[in-house]
């Protein structure tokens, strides 16, 4: 069974730095691309980042360029989030997501990550 499991989340003070990771278990994921995305409280979901697992190539939502790094560890079938500089309005809860055309698409469970100012 394919699966999704984040860790990492936390409590930190602006200004602070937080390293999310995903792990990807139960099948192959072969050929998925992999994203991070959020949700703040009233919020709809929001792109993040994204990495192209084969290439490594990234792209990144304008307001966490610069802050955040993803990358991704094909060894350990896991994709991480390196989030410094983190901002009050970087609260949200923080979902790993493997997508691939013309396959099921696939959400972690979500981990909570809240910015204190």
């Known amino acids: 069974q394919a699966q999704l499991v984040e860790s990492g989340g936390g409590l930190v003070q602006a200004g602070g730095s937080l390293r999310l990771s995903c792990i990807r278990s139960g099948r192959t994921f072969s050929m998925y691309n992999m994203a991070w995305f959020r949700q703040a409280p009233g919020k709809e979901r929001e792109f993040v980042a994204a990495?192209?697992?084969?290439?490594?190539?990234?792209n990144y939502a304008d307001s966490v360029q610069g802050r955040f790094t993803i990358s991704r560890d094909s060894a350990k079938n896991t994709v991480s989030l390196q989030m410094n500089n983190l901002k009050p309005e970087d609260t949200a809860v923080y979902y790993c997501?493997?997508?691939?055309?013309?396959?099921?698409?696939?959400w972690g469970q979500g981990t909570q990550v809240t910015v204190s100012s």
């Open positions: 990495i192209n697992w084969s290439a490594g190539s990234t």
């Open positions: 997501h493997a997508r691939r055309l013309g396959r099921p698409w696939y």
